[in-house]
């Protein structure tokens, strides 16, 4: 059984370069492209309006951008290499601002990458280019490095393309150039898991909302899931004809949804392990998508890439 | 005197053989190209510490040039140091002087010591023509001028390489124009002064390539005679262009501004950067501008070629996904699928007419010092005040590239067919659009 989902809205041309990454709170969409700001677009406003734009963000332009699943934190990498924070104002103004500073971890310029934030924005965590995953906490104005996880044998190109902490922030899981994906302890800094490889690299990992599977995808052109109580593999979606970016599993944790190189998004379900809808606006890249947090009673999804727009999907449901 | 070269540890750098790139020559120019896209140590192995040859060479050319000014300041006679080549010993040729030889040495000289000087400073290459055809009345042969090069560089204790000054120029041309009545003959890249006597009139397009490689094998195939947009002129510098290349596909366009003129270089932040050498000339060097082919066109490697190949590779997957239809599949792995970095194994899978078309490309991850030098010219490109469109796609691709983390080589070896098909396609698309 298929699912429907209807374009419910497109911001055409969001930025004027390729979206490379964009977030979700439950009142806006955060994006990130090529160009040197961070825009956010209100999803609770008729035609999803662009409501602040953070202009010299990134000068270089930024690459990854994730915010907390509170709403209240969010982080960006840009590509000179640099990591900035950003917390909603306390005036109520509900604008973004700067938010503490992150040492780089005394890693060289362009080696952070990913990132990802625990749910309350208190854990953040960044891939390198050398394959170390950096740990940071952020409380109080400031930041402190907690745990620094190196992959067990370096071998070359571990480069950490992905990286996802789990809801209840215990488990940092990292995807590399390699085909590698680990799963690490936050607290112990050890690690759980090395999940039998993908083919490389893996460009995408995200834990499900229950913290119990993984996803994980990438040059395969498959979606790669993991069951995290032993570790195994459980299942492998495959449909997809391009490259996959991106992954996000929705709030419930019945969904994956998947955007690909050619453009094209699918959902899947997780019970019936099959693609339940193919959607696509564009031929060009899909470089980011997510749901976003539920707040009405349709489920609601939104794709980005190298047409530089935004596309708002609604679930079609018949009572809607 | 390569170090960069040589320290690059990249496992990938190391097993992948370059091709184009891999003459000293190219190096020289190379590392020229890094050393005025304003890399001022930011990296260990950022080409600084090659410029220490380098520098202590224009040290010394501006040590000669102080002393003159302080002679004249002086009022006294103006020397210059030369050491023959026969005796190895050191005399001075004088201005004034009492024979008209010896002013015309002491001039020639001065104004190879110049160019010398400017070559170093800026990182470019200029080959003995060049400089015999900055003032052919003053050095009045070429043999001339090849001896004082030589004897400057004796001088100075150097080899002519490291004086930026090579003996022709590196490039290679081939079409009508140039050869024998079918235009086969792959010639080097005549002194910019020749193109005056070129005809020009049947030529359709000119395809500047970056790899040697490549260009033979569409010579091989007489792409330029036998090409669906007519005939061209195909053309390589081996990499990093030479100023001898880049003054004649210069004049060739003023000459003939009609002609378009297509680049064909790989999906690396080298190969970017070669584009942006033809286009626009080094960075700060307005004396380039005559130089320079800021018309030149992109015809790829890009990104959206790499969607292409991903559509040629996709695992056998029995049609097109439609919308919304359940026929996708999650299924229990029992083997994984092969790895899509590597094309040749999964063309290898694919069934003949599958990759019939594939041109041949070769994907690889980005090394530390290709992501490095993206991030430069990326740099590069957000601190110049107006940016084209031209300029806005090339940080596009540079973006793209560091997000996949991927480059993409053209490998035309044996696949030049393929290559020639893909050209056809390409040319015929770019020319739909004007």
Redesign the interface.
């Known amino acids: 059984?298929?699912?429907?989902y209807l374009t419910a809205h497109t911001v055409d041309n969001a930025h004027?370069?390729?979206i490379?990454a964009i977030a979700a709170t439950k009142t806006a969409v955060l994006s990130a492209s090529?160009s040197?700001c961070i825009n956010v677009h209100a999803t609770n406003k008729e035609a999803y309006p662009l409501v602040q734009s953070i202009s010299n963000a990134h000068?270089?332009?930024c690459?990854h951008l994730a915010v907390s699943r509170d709403g209240k934190v969010a982080a960006s990498i840009g590509?000179?290499?640099e990591l900035k924070t950003w917390k909603v104002s306390d005036t109520g103004s509900g604008d973004w601002e700067p938010y503490v500073d992150v040492a780089n971890g005394g890693e060289?310029?362009?080696e952070a990458w990913a990132l990802a934030l625990s749910e309350d924005g208190s854990v953040l965590a960044t891939t390198t280019?050398s394959g170390r995953v950096n740990v940071w906490l952020l409380r109080d104005g400031s930041s402190q490095l907690a745990q620094q996880f190196e992959p067990g044998s370096v071998v070359?190109?571990a480069?950490g393309?992905s990286i996802d902490i789990s809801h209840d922030g215990k488990y940092t899981a990292t995807g590399h150039?390699n085909?590698a994906v680990y799963i690490y302890n936050n607290e112990t800094g050890r690690i759980v898991y090395q999940l039998p490889?993908?083919?490389?690299?893996v460009r995408a990992v995200a834990f499900s909302p229950a913290g119990t599977k993984l996803a994980a995808a990438g040059?395969?052109?498959?979606i790669?899931?993991y069951d995290l109580q032993f570790g195994e593999?459980?299942?492998?979606?495959?449909?997809?004809?391009?490259?996959i970016m991106s992954i996000d599993w929705s709030d419930t944790g019945e969904y994956l949804l998947s955007g690909a190189?050619?453009g094209?998004a699918?959902v899947?379900s997780i019970d019936?392990?099959?693609?339940?809808?193919?959607?696509s606006e564009t031929?060009q890249?899909l470089?980011s998508v997510k749901w976003l947090p539920k707040t009405g009673m349709n489920e609601m999804f939104c794709t980005a890439g190298?047409n530089k727009s935004l596309t708002f999907y609604r679930e079609a449901t018949g009572t809607a | 005197m390569d170090h960069r070269r040589s320290s690059t540890t990249s496992s990938f750098d190391a097993s992948v053989s370059r091709h184009g790139r891999a003459s000293s020559q190219t190096l020289l120019s190379e590392d020229s190209q890094a050393l005025f896209e304003g890399a001022s140590g930011e990296n260990a192995q950022s080409p600084n510490d090659l410029g220490q040859g380098r520098g202590s060479i224009i040290d010394r050319i501006e040590d000669i040039v102080e002393s003159m000014v302080d002679s004249l300041s002086e009022n006294q006679p103006l020397t210059l140091p030369l050491r023959s080549r026969r005796s190895g010993n050191e005399y001075t040729v004088s201005f004034p002087s009492t024979t008209a030889n010896g002013v015309k040495k002491f001039t020639s000289l001065l104004q190879i010591l110049f160019l010398c000087h400017e070559a170093l400073v800026s990182g470019t290459i200029i080959t003995k023509r060049n400089i015999y055809y900055q003032n052919p009345e003053l050095f009045g042969s070429q043999d001339y001028v090849n001896k004082l090069v030589d004897d400057v560089a004796f001088t100075l204790g150097v080899g002519r390489n490291e004086l930026n000054i090579v003996a022709a120029s590196k490039g290679l041309v081939v079409g009508q124009p140039f050869g024998t009545e079918h235009g086969d003959e792959v010639v080097v890249i005549p002194p910019a002064e020749a193109v005056v006597d070129l005809d020009l009139r049947p030529i359709e397009w000119i395809l500047i390539i970056e790899k040697e490689a490549t260009f033979r094998s569409l010579v091989s195939l007489r792409y330029h005679e036998v090409s669906k947009s007519g005939r061209g002129i195909l053309m390589t510098a081996k990499g990093y262009p030479d100023l001898a290349s880049r003054q004649f596909i210069h004049r060739i366009h003023s000459t003939s501004p009609l002609i378009p003129i297509y680049g064909l270089v790989d999906f690396d932040p080298d190969g970017v950067s070669i584009l942006r050498t033809y286009k626009h000339g080094s960075q700060g060097m307005r004396h380039e501008e005559r130089i320079t082919v800021p018309g030149l066109l992109w015809l790829g490697v890009k990104n959206s070629d790499l969607l292409e190949l991903q559509m040629r590779l996709r695992p056998a997957a029995p049609s097109a996904p439609s919308n919304g239809g359940g026929e996708s599949q999650a299924t229990l792995t029992s083997s994984q699928s092969s790895n899509a970095r590597s094309s040749d194994t999964l063309a290898r899978s694919l069934p003949n007419s599958t990759r019939r078309h594939e041109a041949g490309w070769k994907l690889l991850a980005l090394s530390c010092r290709d992501r490095a030098k993206a991030i430069r010219l990326l740099s590069t490109l957000s601190d110049q005040h107006h940016q084209d469109a031209d300029e806005m796609e090339l940080a596009s691709e540079l973006q793209l590239m560091l997000m996949l983390n991927m480059k993409f080589e053209i490998q035309a070896v044996d696949r030049a067919e393929n290559m020639a098909y893909w050209l056809d396609e390409r040319l015929s698309r770019i020319s739909a659009w004007d």
Do not use: R
């Open positions: 059984m298929s699912k429907q004027i370069a390729n490379f090529g040197s000068k270089l332009g690459h590509f000179a290499g060289t310029n362009g280019h070359t190109s480069f393309m150039e085909g490889g993908l083919a490389k690299p040059d395969s052109m498959t790669e899931l593999h459980v299942a492998q979606f495959t449909g997809h004809a391009a490259w190189y050619d094209k699918k899947w019936k392990q099959a693609c339940v809808a193919t959607h031929e890249a470089l190298a």
